[in-house]
């Protein structure tokens, strides 16, 4: 019998470090989790959030769906912190986007980790 995984889409970092934020779609098993992250460009008045457009060839070009939105980073975290994440070719403007950048790989190992049954989130805590 094949498990079907779990899915779970959230935003994280919101004003954290000093960003929009990004959203993430979590799918996992008791052993494993597939991740694609979104960067969130910009917020309406009421906190909606836009995404960079996939193959935007100048920005801005926002998009309010994921389904149209370029991924920031996307691959797998495992119960025992093996990972394979594609960050592709991100463009980082300085210290800030790096703190950002630093502050989201902690979060997605941290809450992969919670997700996941079988999940030894222990070695996060130091």
């Known amino acids: ?57 100048s920005l801005p070009d926002p998009v309010d769906s994921i389904d149209e939105a370029e991924v920031y980073l996307e691959g797998y975290i495992k119960w025992d912190g093996c990972s394979e994440l594609d960050q592709g070719r991100p463009h980082w403007c300085g210290p800030f986007d790096y703190k950002q950048h630093i502050a989201l790989l902690e979060h997605l190992y941290r809450r992969s980790q919670e997700l996941m049954a079988r999940g030894n989130w222990e070695p996060w805590d130091g």
């Open 1 to 57: 019998m094949t498990v079907k995984p779990q899915q779970l889409t959230e935003d994280c970092l919101v004003d954290v470090t000093g960003g929009f934020g990004f959203r993430v779609v979590f799918s996992y098993l008791e052993h494993w989790t597939d991740l694609k992250v979104y960067k969130i460009t910009s917020r309406d008045t009421d906190g909606v959030p836009s995404f960079d457009r996939d193959g935007a060839r």
